[in-house]
């Protein structure tokens, strides 16, 4: 498990690069972070759906 952390803390301070225009990737990476949160709520009992979640940010 130590190895793990000690392999993502690495990948944490490489950088980014690619194809994909930086404005499309920040949305895509926002579109994500929405799923994780909306995911997340979920678990804890939470019924919002991505609608809401979506129009109160």
């Known amino acids: 498990?130590?190895?793990i952390?000690?392999?993502l803390?690495?990948?944490r301070t490489k950088r980014l690069s690619g194809d994909?225009?930086?404005h499309?990737?920040?949305?895509?990476?926002?579109?994500?972070?929405f799923?994780?949160?909306?995911?997340?709520?979920?678990?804890e009992g939470?019924?919002?759906t991505?609608?809401?979640l979506i129009e109160k940010k």
């Open 50 to 52: 991505l609608s809401e």
């Open 1 to 3: 498990m130590h190895e």
């Open 24 to 33: 499309i990737f920040f949305q895509l990476k926002d579109i994500f972070h």
């Open 46 to 48: 939470n019924n919002t």
């Open 20 to 22: 994909i225009p930086p």
């Open 35 to 43: 799923l994780e949160t909306l995911g997340s709520a979920r678990i």
């Open 9 to 11: 803390e690495k990948l």
């Open 5 to 7: 952390i000690l392999d």
